[in-house]
């Protein structure tokens, strides 16, 4: 959480004091292997607190978390089941710019931009991942890491918006040639700058960028970095013994019974059905809590015992519900699948996909829906492992049939920045990208304390009205979970405009991590 060890008390929240469920679960991990037990997540979120972890810890199974080795050094390397979904979509459509991950920093005080180049290259160096690249061998895929690859570091001055130079940055990736990123620093004026970069999702995902961004700005500021033990590529085998050996037979189990039965279609009433009207870009629209709705609604999860997620997602349940008028859902959401505590500061592509499935009941109350999406994090936390793409293969097998399990995500997505590492201010300047990967992804941005609803849609389907009239509905919804939580869900009206609480304008951001 980067706060000093002597400003932390034993009674201290955890989510108060700014963690998430990330880095819970790296939490979880990391005591589980330090003291040999099996302390499991839905434990941690119940007692956020030091003295109670203590507590629960004497009455814990004990349990050994398996260790990952090095690999033998080889020409090439087999791909995780994560990096084979992601070559199969760049196979698809090898210049779609979908899953580039692309994005701007702020940086605020003087740059030496040799030093920066030197870090950028020892940067590369020291991490095997951003020097891979994917090639077809004997019939299959394979990643080989280069020894010395060349590095694009870019440099220009320029006034223009950061989302225009970076919409004019982003473009396609060669996944067999070296580096599978870009980078550019643009000079605004005297001791302002921006730094930019456009990397493919292969070689990284969001919780990748912390790690890279700190050790590229001790690198800057000329520390010595411990040397790393492992790599993607170890991880990666570690990670296929797991699911060949069978060690992940009960997670299996746990996914394909919870998609028993009829899969849910879900029918979003679309405004434009004619498919032949294609564009190639999609739309995004936001809204900005202030600090004190988002204030209110942090402490509303503190005293129920839920995580941020978890109410934000209990929230979206509903609105679905409300628009469709479908009970069965199922909701995509992205999940960091670092379940083991040295996967912590390995950057690569980790990130799993979990189905959340769910059946909204009319007469409940919005609070026992909340209960309901709590369980079903928290068993979907301990099951995250499992291979998205494996869960499709078998519920094809099943239906005899291609099965598309959700059209539509929900996410949370928190920022960090470099202050404090070099002498020089790092921010993250938020932006967003210019395709949509699905009809609908609604994300939940937590930002310097303050809290921000942003759909992406599809612009072949939806107009923006319809869209900013969903954030609308929206927080109608989270305004009864925090007011009036014991409302059932058939009685919660909508309708009124909701931009009056407590809601401000946001044309001047573009990016969040």
């Given amino acids: 959480l980067g706060i000093p060890e002597d400003e932390i008390g034993i009674h201290d929240n955890f989510f108060d004091l700014g963690g998430h469920s990330l880095n819970a679960t790296i939490l979880t991990s990391r005591i589980s292997k ?111 890491v280069q020894s010395n690859p060349e590095i694009h570091f870019e440099f220009l001055k320029s006034n223009d918006q950061p989302s225009e130079l970076i919409r004019s940055y982003i473009r396609p990736f060669d996944l067999g040639r070296t580096p599978l990123f870009r980078t550019l620093i643009v000079k605004q004026s005297e001791n302002k700058y921006l730094f930019l970069f456009d990397m493919h999702h292969i070689i990284g995902d969001g919780f990748s960028m912390p790690i890279l961004v700190e050790d590229l700005l001790r690198l800057y500021n000329g520390e010595s970095l411990a040397p790393i033990q492992l790599h993607y590529k170890d991880i990666a085998a570690w990670q296929e013994d797991r699911l060949t050996s069978g060690t992940l037979s009960d997670q299996e189990n746990y996914w394909i019974k919870n998609m028993q039965g009829q899969l849910p279609e879900l029918h979003l009433p679309v405004d434009y ?102 369980e079903l994090c928290l068993n979907a936390y301990q099951n995250q492992d499992y291979p998205f793409d494996r869960l499709v293969d078998r519920l094809s097998e099943v239906h005899q049939k291609k099965v598309q399990l959700f059209q539509t995500m929900f996410q949370l997505e928190t920022s960090f920045g470099g202050k404090g590492v070099t002498d020089f201010e790092v921010t993250p300047i938020p932006f967003d990208g210019a395709s949509s990967k699905f009809k609908l992804t609604f994300s939940v941005e937590d930002y310097q304390d303050t809290l921000s609803l942003r759909i992406k849609y599809d612009r072949d389907v939806f107009k923006s009205s319809t869209i900013r009239r969903l954030l609308d509905q929206y927080l109608e919804i989270l305004t009864v979970l925090l007011k009036d939580s014991d409302l059932s869900i058939e009685d919660i009206s909508l309708g009124h405009a909701a931009h009056e609480l407590a809601v401000s304008n946001m044309e001047d951001i573009d990016f969040v991590f």
């Fill in 34 to 144: 330090l003291y040999e037990v099996n302390f499991r997540l839905e434990s941690f979120i119940k007692e956020p607190y030091i003295a109670g972890i203590a507590k629960k810890m004497e009455h814990l199974d004990r349990g050994v978390v398996s260790e990952i080795r090095p690999v033998k050094s080889l020409e090439r390397y087999p791909l995780s089941a994560a990096q084979r979904r992601m070559l199969f979509i760049h196979q698809q459509s090898p210049e779609d710019i979908s899953y580039n991950m692309s994005g701007v920093f702020q940086i605020k005080g003087h740059v030496d931009l040799q030093c920066l180049e030197q870090a950028l290259t020892l940067l590369t160096d020291r991490h095997e991942i951003l020097r891979t690249s994917f090639h077809l061998h004997e019939g299959e895929y394979t990643q080989v």
């Fill in 273 to 374: 059905p004619d498919q032949n009207k294609h564009q190639t870009s999609g739309g995004t629209e936001r809204l900005k809590l202030d600090s004190m709705l988002s204030s209110e609604i942090k402490e509303f999860c503190k005293n129920e015992n839920v995580t941020l997620f978890m109410s934000m997602m209990t929230t979206y349940y509903v609105l679905l519900y409300k628009w469709i008028g479908q009970r069965d859902l199922i909701i995509g959401t992205p999940i960091a699948g670092r379940t083991h505590p040295d996967m912590e500061k390995v950057p690569g592509l980790f990130v799993n996909t979990l189905a959340m499935r769910l059946s909204v009941q009319p007469k409940q109350t919005i609070k026992q829906l909340l209960t309901e999406v709590r």
